[in-house]
């Protein structure tokens, strides 16, 4: 279904006549004052919104970190487990173990390069924070659907996880860090609540 507004003719026709026109999204997107320029880098922001700065540079060192070990035989074999556990990413062991986690490696460190390139570009930040949340909300998944990580049971523990449950289980936050730097990126139009 097409949108139409109607414009002023500027050839001379009769005032208060107009035509139909196409509504582009660009012209939707300019009403609701949501244009790529809004986008936000927290460095710059005002107030308080500067010290997103620091979990922004944070989060690039750890996906650095965590991309670059994706390279290594070891961290190839220890994420396998993860891999062929996960509903939404088994599919990934067609690549074979090496081939799946080199792929996340690139992942992880295109999401750290463009969270570094974020704090210059906005539009760069929104979308490495979004990586970054898909990123983690899969691997906190693993928590659940990895077997032998958590222990349900209705004893005096109702829930037991080992020292891997307590790793994954950190991912959470990992997370929540993503969607508040993808919030800060967001146009106000986008986000009424936020106040410079």
């Excluded at 540079?57 to 556990?85: C, D, R």
């Excluded at 919030?183 to 106000?188: E, G, M, R, V």
Aim: aromatic fraction near 12%; proline fraction near 6%.
């Amino acid at each position: 279904m097409m949108s139409l507004c109607l414009k002023p003719l500027s050839d001379g026709a009769a005032p208060g006549w107009t035509t139909p026109q196409p509504l582009r999204w660009y012209d939707r997107a300019m009403e609701k004052d949501m244009v790529i320029k809004d986008f936000n880098v927290s460095e710059k922001g005002h107030g308080s919104y500067w010290m997103l700065g620091i979990l922004r540079w944070v989060m690039v060192l750890i996906f650095i970190s965590f991309g670059i070990q994706k390279f290594t035989p070891q961290s190839a074999h220890g994420i396998a487990l993860y891999i062929s556990n996960s509903p939404f990413v088994s599919w990934l062991s067609i690549f074979g173990i090496r081939g799946e986690a080199d792929l996340l490696g690139i992942v992880e460190l295109t999401t750290a390069a463009l969270l570094a390139a974020g704090a210059f570009i906005p539009t760069l930040s929104a979308l490495g924070s979004l990586m970054g949340m898909g990123t983690f909300a899969i691997t906190w998944s693993f928590f659940f659907s990895t077997p032998g990580v958590v222990k349900w049971s209705v004893s005096t523990d109702p829930i037991a996880w080992n020292l891997t449950g307590e790793f994954l289980y950190k991912d959470i936050v990992l997370l929540c860090v993503c969607v508040v730097l993808f919030l800060a990126s967001l146009p106000k139009g986008a986000v009424p609540l936020r106040s410079d």
